[in-house]
């Protein structure tokens, strides 16, 4: 088929060839339609003049992303191309369908055509704000259908640092942006939005008790798949394309807002960036990269409580978004979020061929059954077209603690799969993840699975797809002494009692600015005997610390401490030639002790000196 326009365009063209039709007057009714819209759609046709008709439409769009939705009243895609200008928004782009239809009559009841193009999700109305003290009251973007998904973002102040969630909306995060003087907090919820939305016209969000000024805003997108995706926690069930960011507070204040990188998991999602900051600032210049600009689509009301803004942009491929950023009007306190929304499940975008198959030759076919005689085969040979089956791998749930390192790469199994056909396996994937460094901080970072290889399935019979993983970095578990010291070290002497930390919290002191002298052991000679008495901790309360006796001739000087020293135990006996004599205390964690040191340890000038000696944590 060749068609000629009247001048040069960009154009695209569809044929598809049908047996079984009248070939005289086969046409019976048409009708079109054209517009400027999200939803294209051919119109009407007249009735028709008979049962069994087959109905063939088609959709032209120019669009720079050439993506359709499933087609309404019951018409099923054929094919689709697009022209290829090297200016995406230049291109135009044709889509067929058919129906067959079994009865005769009028078309009105599904005689046209209509599809969606689906190649983004788009800001849904107009982006909603408010300002209040102890609850905000904020009107529902216009426009809102169910399955949309609704972002709020927030900013107040007053003596309280936290902000609940009403009923159907979730908090994805929340952040102390000012922790002085005027205590100033930030966060950002969601809401997918259900049937019972459509009789609602606004939104009322408690700002706890203490709140002396707040703003918000609201923005919703559609075309969001809100339950394929993940959820805040990083569990799948949710709208999100990637496990959301955490709020980066900036504390000291800066003309910048910054938002830390969050990874996709696939093509067309929506990058979403919050952001919140103190006093009555505008926003400007929001960027990431990719997908690069952000386009802002709210900037909240301006008041004492602050200011706050959204801004977002579609990412065409799966990854890294880098840090996310945008300019203020004057040096703030502020914060700033990133998240992904993943896009809805639609006919797949254009990628130069409408399906990969297999082609099988179908021979020899034969007609069977008590009525066979009375016809004859012809054309006994055909062919079967075998598509690939869609094979989705996700990568496994994996975790450390801070400091240690874990290696990613080619050749792991830490993965599942979906999909393999016929007790098909897969051998090995390779696994990418930022958290495995020794360096790498605390939070959560994807597990990006890709490059399946070995087993006994054959990639070409797949379609594949991925699934990350959430790996998570655990802080270091901290220890007795250091819950007990608030960040003191134990060789230090933080009340200058010449009693070192260590030692003052074994012997029972109740923190590291008490003067621990009273706590030191007790020293008398018992005829030659030097005893030891002192209240010490278990143990098993100790922690990596030891508690130790040591003595000297000479005061370590020739005859070293070290080389008399018995560690305290919990029982009573002898260790080395210390003779300790162990009671219980009033408090369970601890025990009077009571320890010999022999006289015969003396020199025969009698001198015999005693100490305890800690190290540990």
């Known amino acids: 088929m060749t068609i000629t326009l009247a001048s040069s365009l960009f154009a695209s063209a569809v044929l598809a060839e049908y047996s079984g039709v009248l070939t005289t007057a086969p046409l019976d009714q048409t009708a079109g339609s054209s517009g400027n819209s999200s939803t294209a759609g051919t119109g009407t046709t007249g009735i028709t003049g008979q049962a069994n008709e087959l109905w063939i439409g088609g959709i032209g769009l120019n669009s720079s992303t050439p993506m359709m939705g499933t087609p309404v009243n019951a018409f099923t895609s054929v094919g689709s191309a697009q022209s290829a200008n090297a200016t995406a928004a230049n291109n135009a782009s044709v889509y067929a369908m058919e129906k067959i239809s079994s009865v005769t009559g009028a078309a009105s009841s599904g005689g046209g055509i209509t599809g969606v193009p689906t190649g983004s999700i788009t800001q849904h109305g107009t982006a909603t704000s408010a300002s209040g003290t102890t609850s905000l009251t904020i009107n529902k973007p216009t426009g809102v259908v169910a399955g949309d998904v609704m972002i709020a973002t927030f900013a107040k102040v007053g003596s309280t640092s936290v902000l609940t969630a009403p009923s159907g909306w979730i908090l994805v995060n929340g952040a102390i942006l000012r922790a002085t003087s005027t205590l100033t907090y930030g966060a950002v919820m969601y809401r997918v939005a259900s049937a019972t939305d459509t009789g609602v016209s606004s939104y009322t969000f408690p700002m706890n008790t203490g709140t002396s000024s707040a703003n918000g805003g609201i923005v919703a997108f559609s075309g969001v798949d809100s339950t394929n995706g993940y959820l805040v926690g990083g569990g799948t069930g949710g709208p999100f394309d990637g496990v959301p960011g955490t709020i980066l507070a900036n504390t000291s204040g800066s003309l910048s807002v910054n ?359």
């Open 259 to 617: 938002a830390t990188s969050i990874s996709t998991a696939t093509a067309n999602a929506a990058v979403v960036m919050c952001g919140m900051a103190g006093s009555t600032v505008t926003w400007s210049n929001w960027t990431t990269t990719p997908p690069g600009t952000l386009t802002e689509v709210l900037e909240g009301p301006h008041t004492v409580a602050g200011s706050v803004g959204t801004a977002w942009a579609l990412k065409a491929t799966a990854g890294a978004t880098g840090t996310g950023t945008a300019t203020l009007s004057g040096s703030q306190r502020n914060g700033g979020l990133l998240l992904a929304l993943r896009l809805g499940p639609g006919v797949p975008q254009w990628s130069g061929a409408i399906a990969t198959f297999k082609a099988q030759s179908l021979m020899n076919l034969a007609l069977s059954g008590t009525s066979a005689a009375n016809y004859t085969l012809t054309g006994v040979t055909g062919s079967v077209t075998i598509l690939p089956k869609a094979l989705t791998i996700t990568a496994d749930n994996q975790s450390k603690t801070y400091g240690q390192a874990l290696a990613f790469g080619s050749g792991s199994t830490r993965f599942s799969s979906s999909g393999l056909q016929n007790g098909e396996t897969i051998g090995s994937v390779t696994l990418t993840c930022a958290g495995g460094d020794t360096a790498a901080a605390v939070g959560t970072y994807p597990i990006t699975p890709g490059s399946p290889t070995g087993g006994t399935f054959s990639a070409g019979n797949y379609t594949l797809s991925y699934e990350p993983g959430t790996f998570t970095v655990n802080p270091l578990p901290m220890t007795a002494y250091q819950a007990w010291a608030g960040g003191a070290s134990f060789e230090a002497d933080t009340h200058s009692d010449g009693v070192a930390n260590g030692l003052a919290w074994l012997l029972g002191a109740a923190d590291p600015s008490v003067n621990a002298n009273a706590l030191l052991p007790k020293a008398t000679n018992e005829g030659g005997k030097l005893v030891l008495t002192f209240r010490c901790l278990k143990t098993a309360n100790r922690g990596p610390a030891v508690l130790k006796v040591q003595y000297s001739n000479d005061l370590g000087q020739s005859d070293p401490w070290a080389s008399h020293e018995a560690l305290v135990p919990d029982a009573s006996g002898t260790v080395g030639v210390v003779v300790f004599a162990i009671t219980a205390d009033a408090d369970p964690a601890f025990s009077n002790v009571r320890a010999e040191i022999p006289a015969s340890a003396a020199t025969a000038t009698g001198r015999l000196h005693g100490r305890l000696y800690s190290s540990g944590n």
